[in-house]
């Protein structure tokens, strides 16, 4: 059967993703980056909080010290786009008690997308959890690398140690999973 079509199909919803938003944001007559308010950017931050919520939710059907993991994994992650989202709130002249309720409401799309992943995979054989972590992970593995490295080597000098510390993390991301198993 070859790879594992999970990743790849996870990496080509991203793409579509992306391709509508672009769709969108055309029709709505301005170009992508012109739409990308704060509000364009807490529905983004809300989304990925979402599927890292599912990848928690059904790691935690699969083992309770894997989806404290991902769980541990994901918020070095999270709080930089969180804190991001937030200032352009603040650029945009929003009140700071209405910018404090958007901040504590990310807890949401974490917790629905956890209870998503976690009923839903949830008496499921773990080949089909496995798939949903894979497919998750290709999703957010695309994203990484077709918008926020690309966004990185516009902004700063090209590095050889850029892909180094990629595979570093990656690696050790598994090590300590392998670990934890």
């Known amino acids: 059967m070859g790879a594992d079509p999970c990743p ?19 029709r709505a007559g301005g170009s992508k980056e012109a739409s990308a308010g704060p509000w364009m950017i807490f529905a983004g931050v809300a989304v990925d909080l979402f599927s890292d919520g599912v990848m928690i939710g059904t790691g935690s059907t699969i083992s309770l010290s894997l989806g404290l993991l991902l769980a541990l994994g994901q918020v070095p ?16 002249g929003v009140p700071r008690m209405k910018r404090i309720l958007l901040s504590v409401s990310f807890a949401l799309p974490v917790l629905l997308g956890a209870t998503v992943g976690y009923w839903g995979g949830r008496g499921l054989p773990e080949v089909y959890k ?25 902004t700063i000098e090209d590095s050889r140690w850029d892909s180094l510390l990629l595979v570093v993390g990656f690696a050790l991301f598994t090590l300590i999973s392998v670990y934890l198993d």
Request: proline share 2%; net charge negative; charged share 20%.
């Open 8 to 26: 790849r199909g996870g990496g080509r919803f991203a793409i579509l993703l992306d391709r509508l938003v672009d769709y969108v944001s055309t």
């Open 77 to 92: 992650a999270d709080v930089p786009e969180g804190f991001a989202a937030i200032a352009t709130f603040k650029d945009g």
């Open 130 to 154: 496995l798939m949903l972590l894979a497919f998750t992970g290709g999703i957010l593995l695309t994203v990484a690398v077709e918008e926020i490295v690309g966004e990185a080597q516009e």
